[in-house]
């Protein structure tokens, strides 16, 4: 499990600073993994189905999200505090589940995933991270940042700013594909991407925000 979040992050860092076709190695080595318990295959079919949308391998990232599917099926859906291997979706996964659901424009995974949340300390920012994926899937630009806005300081708090920034730079390119239109709720979204992004030598990060007009 340890190595399965080496790749996944190697990944995303790849990514963050080369593009997400530059991360693809890194995806075919985490495909490649076998054995370990249902929760790990469950989040590992999750970032591959993120990374490879990312990526534009879009017929790749869907087949996971359909693998997905089958994984989450045995295990009862919205279980509350009950820790099941499908309750990553709405914990660690979360982030990934929600990438893949809005560049692949399947919003049923938005559910899927807000019923996973459990009563832990990340969820009022994970249910922050729910409204973003909603309001974008309802063409609302201005919700979703206001959304990402809320939900950044928890996250910030217990080290994973560069998690919720990766979800800020997937919402910009979701968000243009869609033709929406980023005003000024986004000012303060972006300047903190951009900062982060300047420290972490998240070049193409910096050029997704760029082109965005952020």
């Not at 990514?15 to 989040?43: C, F, K, Q």
Request: proline share 3%.
């Amino acid at each position: 499990m340890v190595y399965r979040w080496a790749l996944i992050f190697r990944a995303c860092v790849i990514a963050a600073r080369e593009g997400p076709a530059a991360a693809l190695p890194t995806y075919v080595e985490l495909a490649s993994l076998s054995g370990g318990d249902a929760g790990a295959s469950i989040g590992t079919k999750a970032s591959l189905a993120a990374g490879l949308a990312e990526a534009g391998q879009l017929d790749e990232a869907r087949g996971h999200l359909l693998a997905l599917v089958d994984l989450i099926a045995p295990f009862r859906p919205g279980a509350g505090d009950l820790d099941t291997p499908r309750s990553v979706l709405g914990g660690s996964a979360l982030i990934d589940v929600l990438i893949a659901a809005g560049i692949l424009r399947e919003p049923q995974w938005i559910g899927i995933a807000e019923a996973e949340i459990r009563r832990a300390s990340l969820a009022p920012s994970n249910r922050q991270a729910v409204a973003v994926a909603r309001a974008l899937a309802a063409g609302d630009a201005e919700a979703c940042a206001r959304a990402l806005e809320a939900g950044y300081s928890l996250y910030e708090h217990v080290g994973f700013a560069g998690m919720w920034h990766r979800y800020t730079i997937a919402c910009v390119r979701i968000a243009s594909a869609q033709g929406l239109v980023l005003r000024d709720g986004w000012a303060q979204v972006a300047m903190r991407a951009r900062t982060f992004g300047e420290r972490a030598g998240a070049k193409w990060w910096l050029k997704v925000l760029e082109d965005a007009g952020l």
